[in-house]
């Protein structure tokens, strides 16, 4: 080691390094500051991570928020709603009123519904699903309250006009929450989701009913222990909802932009949801020709059945309670299982005319049968049982999939609208089916028996089916065929077929090109044109 390399010491004591150890020492110092570095990025990482999946965590919590809370404020109203049902038929039959009687208690609830879906359509695009929600609640309580008010001295026809009137307050309170539990469904499941949304839509759709039927028998069981006391836990239970939807949930929720909010647009939807909405209308006005009100009179009355009034109860809500739980779970143990989820206008065709068989069999059952001619009451009891059992099942495949389809078809800032609409119809077809089936019941029944009138009511239902099922063929939905189970595909989706969805394309393309008035008269031909080659394009693409 020369002299040159040896370490020096200034006569201060100062430690002086040669040029060797300075570039040793240069090395350590960085190799220690890239291991200082490595070590502040991995926490720096580390630290993103977790304020990462805290967000995905809140933001999921604030997505999933709405719609806990309106499902539960809808859940909570679905109960007194089927309770309020069955209080008003049994306590009419107690007090003599007769089927045709007790229907006109019911017209202005379902006739309310067919305005007000309409109107709470706009209203929820236009002020939110929060105030939709907070008004229903609040005229169900006062519909409620005024039953308070219903005298067992009044004659018949004070008791129906009053009640009447109380059932019109029920009636728009019921479809104001509909609104917000159909919609907000959409609102939290993306586009490209609908397995998902199919899902969330029979779930929900499926615990409403069953928690309506529950509402059916507390509602009769309520009332064997006093009137007053069934109307005021139905009070109760509102009050508990009303919190839930003034604190919890934001004033923005389901609105949409203003200037897609015109009187017209009302109106004017798009082709698959009319359509869907005629099929509606003939689907829920078959099972309202003898369920809401011929049904439990026949169990009721001497000449049917001859059932006590809790047992009544307990049928119909396990009728409604089955009906809602094949609802919540068709998608997954029926639909998919068959290749047919999620649904299109085929499934939608296929199991309307399934259900043709029940009304058809219930018909002759209760027209032809010697069992029902001599009165056996055991027979009579177990058929219609099995019968009735067997609409629920597939009525409530039919319902899911409707459910699915108008949620599906509707555009995504104009849910609110376009569900309301929907259950215009779906009110439209109640009503109609509540009168036609008090009067079918009472003057067929009349002039011969009462279960040949209960079996006129049947005939009717089965015409509904047949419309029904026959509508659903016309919808634009031909994407995956029908399928019948993992080794059956009864429909192939064919090429020709592309014209009619870019149709479907082409009609919804001008509707949102003329809401924006970015079109007038003159030249709407020749963007129809542009439009139509445009999208018949992307469906030859597509195929290729």
């Not at 389901?254 to 359509?275: A, C, M, W």
């Not at 040949?452 to 026959?470: D, E, H, N, P, R």
């Amino acid at each position: 080691m020369t002299e040159m390399e040896e370490t020096k010491v200034t006569d201060a004591g100062d430690f002086i390094p040669t040029v060797n150890q300075s570039k040793e020492l240069q090395n350590d110092t960085g190799q220690i500051n890239d291991i200082d570095e490595a070590t502040e990025l991995q926490a720096l990482k580390e630290e993103k991570n977790k304020y990462s999946r805290t967000e995905k965590v809140k933001q999921k919590f604030n997505a999933l928020k709405p719609f806990v809370i309106i499902s539960t404020c809808y859940l909570l109203f679905t109960v007194t709603d089927g309770a309020i049902r069955m209080i008003i038929l049994l306590h009419a039959y107690n007090l003599n009123f007769s089927a045709w009687e007790t229907a006109l208690m019911f017209s202005m609830y379902e006739l309310a519904g067919v305005f007000t879906n309409l109107i709470a359509g706009v209203a929820g695009s236009r002020w939110g699903i929060k105030a939709t929600m907070i008004s229903g609640l609040c005229l169900q309580f006062v519909g409620i309250g005024m039953l308070f008010g219903w005298q067992e001295d009044w004659s018949k026809s004070m008791g129906i006009i009053y009640v009447t009137i109380a059932q019109l307050f029920c009636g728009v309170s019921k479809d104001l929450v509909k609104l917000g539990g159909k919609t907000v469904t959409k609102l939290v499941t993306p586009d490209e989701k609908q397995s998902r949304l199919f899902k969330i839509v029979s779930l929900l759709t499926g615990w409403k009913n069953s928690l309506k039927g529950l509402g059916y028998f507390l509602g009769s069981a309520l009332l064997m222990i006093h009137y007053y006391v069934a109307l005021a836990a139905m009070c109760l239970l509102i009050l508990c909802a009303l919190p839930l939807a003034i604190c919890g949930l934001s004033s923005h929720l389901g609105r949409t932009r203003k200037e897609n909010i015109k009187l017209k647009s009302i109106f004017k939807k798009n082709y698959n949801v009319n359509t869907l909405s005629l099929a509606r209308f003939f689907l829920f006005g078959s099972r309202d020709l003898w369920f809401e009100v011929p049904l439990p009179f026949f169990l009721r009355s001497d000449d049917g059945l001859g059932w006590e009034r809790a047992a009544v109860g307990a049928f119909l809500a396990g009728w409604i309670i089955l009906y809602g739980q094949v609802q919540s779970w068709s998608p997954q143990l029926i639909l998919k299982p068959l290749r047919q989820s999620p649904a299109n206008k085929w499934a939608c065709s296929l199991w309307g005319f399934i259900l043709i068989w029940c009304p058809l069999f219930l018909g002759c059952f209760l027209q032809f049968s010697p069992a029902v001619q001599e009165g056996i009451i055991d027979i009579m009891t177990t058929v219609l049982v099995i019968g009735l059992f067997m609409f629920a099942f597939i009525f409530a495949v039919n319902s899911a999939i409707h459910s699915y389809l108008i949620v599906k078809y509707s555009e995504g800032d104009k849910v609110a609208m376009n569900v309301g609409f929907y259950y215009m119809a779906n009110a439209m077809g109640r009503l109609t089916g509540t009168l036609a089936s008090g009067a079918l019941y009472e003057f067929v029944g009349a002039a011969t028996t009462t279960a040949q009138g209960f079996a006129a009511c049947f005939w009717f239902s089965l015409g509904f089916v047949i419309f029904a099922a026959c509508v659903a063929l016309f919808l634009r939905d031909n994407a995956g065929g029908l399928s019948c189970g993992p080794c059956l595909k009864c429909l192939e989706f064919s090429e020709g077929k592309n014209a009619q969805l870019a149709d479907e394309q082409t009609d919804n393309n001008i509707a949102t090109i003329e809401a924006a008035g970015d079109i007038n008269k003159d030249n709407k031909d020749c963007v129809h044109a542009k439009i139509v080659v445009l999208d018949t394009a992307q469906a030859n693409a597509q195929n290729i």
